[in-house]
C-alpha cells in the first residue's frame, strides 16, 4: 500500500516586510521571480519516479506570497506536480493569498489546476491594526478579496487572523471575525502574535510609538476568539485551527500527526526517512541547484524519540472530540 505523503511548496517573495515578520522573506523581483519558477520546475520534475511508494494527499503553497509567482506560473508548477507524483483522488491542494492577490486569472486558472482550499491571509479587519502590521497590500484591496469570493464562491475558504495585535480588544477582534464569517468561510486559523527579536514591530514597541503586547491580553483574546467560533459551529481541532465538520487543514493535521512531508522550494522543510532538512543555504544556490538534493540540504538531522515528541505534539490535535 502506498504511504502518506504532504508536500509543502515555497514561494519565498514578498513585495515588503511585514512589520512583524521574522520569516527570511526574499524581496520580489520579476527576473528573479521567473529564475526561481524555473528552478522550482527543474526540482519538481527531477522528482518523477522518486516517490513511487507514496500517495499525496496534501499539497500546501506557502510564502511569503505565492501569487507572486504569477497564475500561469504557478499553474505550470502544480501541473508538474500530478506529473511527477501519484495524488490521493481527493488531494487537498491549499493556496496562501492575501486580499490585494485576487484576480479572475488566478482564480479560474488556480481551479483548473486543483487547488480547491484558498487560504487569505487577512490578520485583521481593522485599518488601525492592518496599518500597524505594515501588510504589503492596501488595506482597500479587502474588496478584491470581496469580488473574487462573490464572483467564483470558491470552496473551502479559510481566514488567518492574528490575535494579540497592540491596541487590539475584544470588541476590534470581534469586527475582525464579524467581517470575515460575513463569506461563510469554513476554517479559521487564528495565530497568537508572537514577535521575534528585532523585527520592527519590536522596536517600535521598545521605542514607545505601540503599547507592548501584554501575554494576559493575548491569551484572553484567543479565549474569546475561540469562544466565538465555537459558538458559530467551528471545533477548535488544534490550539489555533478552527473548522466546520469535514473541513479540517489536512496538510496541518497530517503534517502534526509526523505524516511524511517533502518540502519543494527555498525555504521549505522536509521529513523523510526519520530525517528533517531544510532546502537551500541561499536563493541563488536553491536557483543555480535546485536539482540536486546533496548540495540544496541544510541542517540534515536525524532527531531521536525525545526531540520528536515535542515536534510532533499530539495535543495539538483533538479530531475526535
Ligand atoms: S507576507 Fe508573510 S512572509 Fe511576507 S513579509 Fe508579511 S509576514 Fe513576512
Redesign the pocket.
Known sequence: MNKPLILQISIPF?V???S??S?P?CTYEPRTVNAYTQALRKEIQGCAGEFDDYKVCAVSIE???PALLGADALYHVLMDVKKSFSCSEDVQVSLQT?PGDYSRALMEKMRDAGVNRWII?LQTARRSEHDLLE??YKYEAITMADMAIRTFDPRSLSFDLLVGIPGQTCRSLEQTLSRCLYYAPEHMTVYPLHLPANCRMEEQIRSGVHPGIDGDCRAELMTFAGNWLTERGFRAYTRCDFAKPGFEDRYRVLSLQGCERLGLGYHSSSWLDGVFWTTGHSLQEYIEHSDDIETIAVDMIRPDEESLSRIYDPLQIRLDS
Open positions: 514578498c515588503k516586510q511585514c512583524f515578520c520569516y522573506y510564502g511569503g506570497s492575501m491571509g501588510r504589503p
